[in-house]
């Protein structure tokens, strides 16, 4: 519990190979070009107030503060949906979910009983990074489809271990009490049998149900185990945590650890996990060169009280459209690569896709539209960011657009319950640098730029075309 010390195959046609890097390349001992490696940490319902670096007063970050320190802290950064599934689905491939049917107005994510997945046609980080002989291991939860061919081994990674889909999926016993009520009385040790979720390696279930107890520490040990296995080649570990997903599970060691209860308990696990990691970066020599992110897939559950989590200052939750459903906590370490600092730019887990195939020197497929941009001139404080716009879509409807400073809702809906959709016309209006809270509606002062946003709206439809939805399969 220290902190850790300062001191695809059938898709790799469609990509092309570049040349020389730039400040990618590292130097090895052999003073030989060495590629980056790549480590995405993706948690699983963090609140944009949840870290001790983005504010928390009662939950002990060390490790992530320190990283957040030594690194990049960004304060705009976005997800893809703000929901598990659709999120996943646009980190992985740079693409908003819409465009590979990873999204649907009836049923918001994957479930044991469906039978779709991301598609095999769909070009994942993993894949892409396959074809510079890139070594890849996805470790945690994976979401984007139980079966084959929609699993990470059918992805580009070469090895998976982990749980398929919701860690509050399967549930075969009732606990007393509603939904919300017993995830909340009774998301303890003695209850982990309740959920017979499937901990799978590659594409055989290993174990079921899944000991949540001790699945936050297992995931560490095996993100571990593969960065020495991996430690002479270029390598991509994407470990998505389960947690702080309901029901919340730690290990003993954690037990009643938080002054903020079990949520605090689960978050400094991770905590403690993360610290794990870099401690093994530098052991082995790695951390120069090895580019970690940290960040989530949505913002905090509000449904659960205390259990789920904390968005700061920022309104709204997991499953809605305003910013504390969408802009997520992220942290980028590269130590002696990237300057430390706060970046305030505008980034999207949807622009990591085409920011590592830059570092790696792969040119982006020219068969289809990407919806993220290589970050990297921000990164290394070289250039401005190219974006000016984030899409808040809820199923297959954008909701809000957020146009540099500004963002307009059309629609409104609660995160969860009721169904009621507000059409917004004149749009709610926020200059989000001045109000990141949305509290005070200017729409009424400025109607040229809802004019602008509007035109923003009526060109990104234009670039959407019908797919087969995966959800609804």
């Not at 593969?226 to 599970?249: R, T, V």
């Not at 982006?364 to 941009?373: E, F, K, W």
């Amino acid at each position: 519990m220290k902190s850790f010390n300062s001191g695809i195959i059938a898709m790799t046609g469609l990509l092309s190979i570049g040349f020389a890097s730039q400040r990618c390349a590292v130097e090895n001992k052999d003073s030989n070009p060495k590629m980056p490696n790549f480590i995405i940490i993706f948690t699983d319902d963090l609140g944009y107030g949840d870290l001790g670096v983005f504010g928390h007063p009662t939950i002990k970050t060390p490790n992530l503060d320190r990283m957040a320190y030594e690194g990049q802290k960004w304060t705009q950064f976005y997800v893809g949906k703000s929901v598990c599934t659709p999120s996943r689905a646009a980190l992985l491939t740079g693409r908003l979910p819409i465009r590979s049917g990873m999204t649907s107005d009836t049923r918001r994510v994957l479930f044991p009983d469906s039978n779709g997945g991301l598609p095999p046609e769909e070009i994942t980080i993993a894949a892409a990074l396959k074809t510079m002989d890139y070594r890849t291991a996805a470790i945690g939860k994976w979401h984007l489809g139980h079966k084959s061919p929609f699993l990470p081994t059918d992805h580009g990674f070469d090895y998976y271990y982990g749980i398929p889909y919701s860690n509050d999926m399967d549930r075969v016993a009732e606990l007393p009490g509603d939904w919300i009520t017993s995830q909340i009385a009774f998301a303890e040790e003695e209850f982990w049998e309740a959920y017979n979720v499937p901990l799978m390696r590659n594409d055989e279930i290993v174990e079921r149900p899944a000991d949540q107890r001790t699945i936050t520490k297992r995931f560490t040990e095996e993100t571990v185990a593969k960065i020495k296995e991996y430690k002479d080649e270029p390598f991509f570990i994407y470990l998505a945590h389960s947690m702080p997903h309901i029901p919340l599970f730690r290990s003993e060691e954690f037990k009643d650890a938080s002054l903020a209860g079990i949520y605090g308990d689960v978050i400094e696990e991770i905590d403690w996990s993360v610290g794990r990691i870099i401690e093994t970066l530098k052991e082995e020599g790695l951390d120069g060169n090895t580019l970690v992110i940290f960040t989530s897939d949505n913002g905090h559950w509000h449904i659960f009280e205390t259990h789920g989590g904390f968005g700061g200052l920022l309104r709204g939750a997991k499953g809605g459209t305003f910013e504390g459903g969408m802009r997520v906590p992220t942290i980028f370490w590269w130590p002696g690569q990237i300057e430390p600092g706060i970046r305030m730019e505008l980034g999207t887990t949807m622009d990591l896709f085409p920011t590592f195939c830059k570092l790696a020197d792969i040119k982006l497929p020219g068969d289809r539209l990407y919806d993220g941009y290589d970050i990297s001139p921000v990164m290394f404080q070289t250039g401005a960011g190219q974006r000016e716009d984030v899409f808040y879509y809820r199923g297959t409807k954008v909701f809000a657009i957020r146009h540099n400073s500004y963002k307009a809702h059309f629609l409104t809906r609660d995160e969860y319950g009721d169904p009621t959709v507000t059409t917004h016309d004149p749009p709610l209006l926020y200059n989000l640098d001045i109000d990141p809270s949305e509290k005070y509606n200017i729409a009424g002062k400025h109607p040229e730029i809802i004019a602008e946003i509007r035109k923003v709206l009526e060109d990104h439809k234009s670039t959407i075309i019908p797919v087969e939805n995966q959800l609804e399969k």
